[in-house]
């Protein structure tokens, strides 16, 4: 459905996107990942035709959208929604929403069946006939949400949808979003992971302008060691023979010591528990602490955006 | 089309939802009907000359005040990304745009029409050249309003807008000053006088429509409108 070639990205010297290919199936719903300046705007701006790429090829339904001609065609089976929701503040949601279905080119006959369908969707009701400068952040979001699918678009491009927000209003955005993917392509971008996790289908990290890891957020799990496990020990006093005593256990790979915590790499599939406690009880150095952690989405996107320098 | 004009319709409501719409209209009334008024019953003059020759001077500041937001606004506050999200070619955005500045001008300019109404019932003015003045305003007006689309397209600040039309446009009026075509070579002189709002806005005012001075306008608008649109369409944001 949506086929980037290479796409870079100049701002003068800055390079914001270096070489970003990647190609979206209808239906799929993708996170793009990534730091704050990775370039997630960036490549959502060349995708909507907002910014033009310095090089490479974005195709729609197999349509260039570096083509004039296709690009208003393009952009209609595209809804949108820029980061921070920029919205007409002396506007009511209503008004706006009507505005925004006529430029999308729906009908008068239509237009308030389109409003009140979105309104219902994007749960505005009681807000239609408030003017948007006194709307809080998760009503703006949800006005410009009911933007981006007033006309019923093939795909739904959603820019940070959920910065900004109280946990409460982020859970209800995000099953906003699991709603629309169940009928739409969309692609959203994120920096918080557990956001991209609950709702994609599909993940792609970039980082400074590339694309650095691709594929289902387990997938990705997997990658960064799915067999391996973090085991955190905080005891009482540590002593030199402890770590001495822990490091013969079969199965430890390295370990780790921050004052009175121990950190164990281990594979998952040997539970070394157990040992560990007996050893700490036996040495009397009073266990605090003892947790098995399984490598999870952040610590993949930790190790694939650590800077190298 | 349509899509123009829920443009214009959305743009003139935003004009006439803030105070600014009405305080531009009403210092615009204010001013050019002291102006009328004082040499009409000062001088007792049944025509408006005194009002048409101020036009330039104040339109200078009132216009740049319609169209300072146009673009500004849009790109300060980034709703220019939804805007251009539609599927509306730049050029009509532009020229949307522009029509909805015009009618604000309109509207201006309706409001003045009891000045002539009022000298047709005192006294006998002559008809042909108060319609020729009103052409001329509305030209003379439109290319400001042009200019002021091209300056507002380039910056996100309103007030940067407005000052630098306000230059711009001083600049365009004064090249066709005598005071300052004497002092220059003759070739330059006739070029700076060519260029010069004052120089047709004045042979229009005289009760002459002449094409030169239409075709005059209409180049000024569409050159600023194609310089407005080539700014848009470079998509040189942030």
Known sequence: MIKVENLVKKYGDFTALNGVSFELVEGEVVGILGPNGAGKTTLLRILVSFLESTSGKVTVNNMDISQPLLQQQIKGKIGYLPEQAPLYEDMTVSEYLIFVGKMQGISSDEIYEKLSEVINKCGLREKKNAEISTLSKGYRQRTGIAQALIHNPEIVILDEPTTGLDPKQRIEIRDLIKEIGKSKTVILSSHVLSEVKATCSRVLIINKGKIVADGTPEELENKGGADKATIHIEVDKIGSGLVQKLEVIEGVNNIEIIENRIIINSNLQNDIRKEIARIIIEENHGLLELVRKQIDLEDVFINLTKDDE | ?238
């Open chain 2, 1 to 238: 089309m349509n899509k123009a004009i829920t443009i214009v319709k959305k743009e003139l409501n935003s004009n006439f939802n803030s105070p600014l719409g009405y305080i531009v209209v009403s210092v615009f009334l204010v001013i050019s009907g002291w102006m009328f008024i004082q040499s009409f019953f000062i001088f007792g003059q049944a025509s408006m000359r005194s009002f048409f020759n101020l036009l330039p001077i104040l339109f200078m500041f009132v216009l740049p005040a319609v169209t300072m937001s146009s673009w500004s606004e849009e790109k300060r506050s980034g709703t220019v990304e939804v805007l251009m999200s539609f599927p509306i070619s730049t050029v009509k955005v532009v020229i949307a745009k522009f029509l909805s500045s015009f009618v604000f001008l309109l509207i201006m300019i309706v409001f003045t029409l009891t000045i002539p109404m009022m000298i047709t019932n005192l006294g006998t003015p002559d008809r042909g050249v108060m319609l020729a003045g009103y052409i001329g305003a509305l030209f003379l007006g439109s290319s400001y309003i042009a200019i002021g689309l091209w300056v507002s397209s380039i910056t996100k600040n309103q007030i940067i807008s407005f000052l630098v039309t306000v230059v711009i446009i001083f600049v365009f009026y004064i090249i066709g000053n005598s005071m300052i075509l004497d002092t220059m070579p003759s070739v330059v002189a006739s070029v700076g006088k060519f260029l010069s709002f004052a120089t047709h806005f004045d042979s229009i005012l005289r009760g002459v429509i002449s094409l030169s001075d239409i075709l005059y306008y209409i180049s000024i608008i569409i050159f600023f409108l194609f310089l407005n649109a080539r700014v848009v369409s470079l998509k040189n944001w942030r």
